[in-house]
């Protein structure tokens, strides 16, 4: 049974940090480029972060380049995304996006995690 479960969101104060964990099971976790997604209300899902599966390429939202930072762990099959520098336009529900790189390009998402970035 696959699953990708997002933790580690929550409230906090602008300029403030969170760290997002997603942890995979029922596939092959390298086998997968990992993505972070987010959807703020009333507004479409969008990238923000994507990292390749070893880890070598990352690519970021101008939104949130050298505020955010992702990173995997394929041992722990696991992918994380740091958020510093927060802001109340970051706030929105923060996804987990597993695809495979190879044809099918099978994709898998998580439940979503809120983040909410006020004072």
């Known amino acids: 049974q696959v699953q990708l479960v997002e933790s580690g969101g929550g409230l906090v104060q602008p300029g403030g940090s969170l760290r997002l964990s997603c942890a995979a099971s029922?596939?092959?976790?390298?086998?997968?480029?990992m993505s972070w997604y987010r959807q703020a209300p009333g507004k479409e899902r969008e990238l923000v972060a994507r990292?390749?599966?070893?880890?070598?390429?990352?690519d970021y939202a101008d939104s949130v380049k050298g505020r955010f930072t992702i990173s995997r762990d394929n041992g722990k099959n696991t992918v994380f995304l740091q958020m510093n520098s927060l802001k109340p336009e970051d706030t929105a529900v923060y996804y987990c996006?597993?695809?495979?790189?190879?044809?099918?390009?099978?994709?898998?998402w998580g439940q979503g995690t809120q983040v909410t970035v006020s004072s």
């Open positions: 996006k597993a695809q495979r790189e190879a044809w099918p390009g099978t994709i898998y």
């Open positions: 029922g596939f092959t976790f390298s086998m997968f480029v």
């Open positions: 990292m390749s599966r070893s880890g070598g390429s990352t």
